[in-house]
């Protein structure tokens, strides 16, 4: 969970904010929607860029400890969300990428900053280098908006004066942990995140983040972001909370353990990995995933990186079994294919079918030994609760959803 890359030409689906009505409010949290579009693009091998990201999360914590200025991206994943942002009094709006794995807000990819009265600069530099892209600028703060009733005074942003590989968005909304801007900005140590001056100016009551997906294949595909907690209407049992790991380098992110079975044979014993909204797949390590294949009896397809498997096979496909701290979540059969409305979105056909379980690449101990991504995450509502250190997992009405 850090932040992003460039902006590559292969993104394929991104979920944008339906502007700030629909926001609503109730006891000091804040919920947001946004919903799904497919921008298809042409092909793209999804694993390689899932795998890609993987690796700069691994480089970038034996680099420098969470040093922002080795970061890694979500914009090449084909699955991002973004959000209409408005910073400055009288607000101007942005397009902004919204990133649990990215801690800095910043803005002026594509449209220029327009300072106002509410405009400060710091004197501060930032600078993040994103692997196949780049940011960098000064900081400022600023009011920003994220609707008419959640407004945050002096909120630290970066202002681009350049910017490579962010094509079709004007900069990134970071949501994630405050010591993930460590080494971001010159003269300081770190800069208080969205989520922290949400919190400390009393507009949420805990500083906590609630994401509700929905499959892009869903016909009502409006997901939400709850600042301040989680949902209770978006899910349909009761939140069950896990300990953030302790096992490096998951734990410079949001790290879990947990293993995982097919039918009821476990393939990933009990481990360390991350949650990661900025993965599109399932990620596991090599040793784990060689068994999944040969379980399901899948083959590789080298355009798009993904497994496939035949009608029959599919009909025989078990159950994918996470237990994270002794509670099973499970992915069903459907749940482990990739939308086959979208086959083409990915370069694939459209008579295949494809999994979404893909190889981390490498082998389990590592400390990062899977990334439960997207196609995890819109079958379970999840929550990443920085003030007291865990994350939570929900059902919803599209855990057992046939719609793939």
Do not use: C
């Not at 800095?104 to 600078?127: E, F, H, K, L, R």
């Not at 970071?174 to 001056?197: F, K, M, Q």
């Not at 009551?205 to 016909?219: K, R």
Request: glycine content about 8%; cysteine-free; hydrophobic content about 35%.
């Amino acid at each position: 969970m850090f932040t992003s890359k460039a902006l590559l030409s292969i993104l394929l689906v991104a979920l944008s904010s339906v502007d700030a009505s629909p926001l609503h409010r109730d006891a000091g949290k804040a919920t947001l929607s946004f919903a799904a579009r497919v921008n298809a693009r042409g092909a793209v091998n999804v694993a390689a860029a899932d795998r890609a990201r993987a690796q700069a999360m691994r480089q970038a914590v034996s680099k420098d400890k969470r040093a922002g200025r080795s970061s890694f991206s979500i914009t090449n994943a084909v699955v991002t969300y973004t959000a209409q942002v408005g910073i400055g009094s009288p607000a101007t709006e942005y397009t902004l990428l919204i990133d649990t794995g990215s801690s800095n807000t910043w803005i002026g990819a594509n449209a220029s900053y327009n300072p106002t009265s509410t405009s400060v600069d710091t004197g501060n530099t930032v600078d993040i280098s994103y692997g196949s892209g780049s940011f960098s600028g000064e900081e400022y703060t600023d009011t920003v908006t994220l609707s008419s009733s959640l407004v945050i005074a002096a909120q630290s942003i970066g202002v681009a004066s350049t910017a490579n590989g962010f094509d079709d968005v004007d900069g990134i909304l970071g949501v994630g942990p405050t010591d993930l801007t460590e080494n971001t900005v010159s003269n300081v140590d770190a800069v208080p995140t969205v989520t922290d001056n949400l919190y400390s100016q009393k507009n949420i009551g805990t500083e906590a983040l609630g994401i509700y997906f929905v499959p892009a294949s869903a016909p009502h595909n409006v997901g939400e972001l709850t600042f301040g907690g989680h949902d209770d209407s978006k899910t349909t049992s009761p939140v069950t909370y896990v300990p953030l790991t302790t096992t490096s380098p998951a734990s410079y992110y949001w790290g879990i353990d947990q293993s995982i079975a097919y039918g009821r044979s476990t393939i990933l014993s009990d481990t360390a990995g991350i949650v990661d909204t900025g993965t599109t797949l399932i990620l596991i390590a090599s040793d784990a995933f060689s068994q999944y294949q040969t379980v399901t009896g899948a083959t590789m397809d080298e355009t798009t990186g993904l497994l496939t498997i035949t009608s029959d096979q599919y009909a025989k496909l078990q159950t994918l079994t996470f237990r994270i701290s002794g509670k099973a979540y499970d992915l069903t059969p459907n749940a482990q294919i990739w939308p086959r409305s979208l086959n083409s979105d990915v370069g694939g056909s459209s008579d295949s079918i494809y999994l979404v379980v893909s190889d981390i690449g490498s082998n389990s101990g590592s400390g990062l030994d899977f990334i439960n991504g997207y196609a995890f995450l819109q079958r379970y509502y999840s929550v990443f609760d920085t003030t007291n250190s865990q994350v939570g997992f929900a059902t919803t009405s599209h855990t057992d959803a046939t719609s793939n």
